[in-house]
């Protein structure tokens, strides 16, 4: 069974980096076939794709998020990392990993404010 967990803090200030670990068990993301992203949810809005990063370790973003954030792995821990820059109050979501297109994580609360 494979599981997913973020972490990171649930409160950031505007202007800071929100980073965001997700920590994969049951399945390596360094194996072939898979992709792993993060997506978001804003209170009151639909699901918002933010980016993936595949089993070599290339990212694909979208173009909303692109110039302010960064995927990046840890192998060794089966883990991969949000970075997103210069946050705003706008960027207060439930945030999800997920393996592409089967396993979610739970999910974890950000707020960004002063």
């Known amino acids: 069974q494979v599981q997913l967990q973020e972490s990171g803090p649930g409160l950031v200030r505007p202007s800071q980096t929100l980073s965001l670990t997700c920590t994969v068990s049951?399945?390596?993301?360094?194996?072939?076939?898979?992709?792993w992203s993060w997506i978001r949810q804003p209170p009151g809005k639909g699901l918002e794709w933010i980016g993936y990063?595949?089993?070599?370790?290339?990212?694909t973003l979208d173009p909303a998020f692109e110039s302010r954030t960064s995927i990046s792995r840890g192998t060794s821990k089966n883990q991969f990392t949000l970075h997103l820059r210069s946050v705003t109050p706008e960027d207060t979501a439930v945030y999800y990993c997920?393996?592409?297109?089967?396993?979610w994580g739970q999910g974890t609360q950000v707020t960004v404010s002063s």
């Open positions: 997920d393996r592409v297109a089967d396993f």
């Open positions: 049951g399945a390596s993301i360094a194996v072939n076939v898979y992709s």
């Open positions: 990063i595949d089993s070599s370790g290339s990212t």
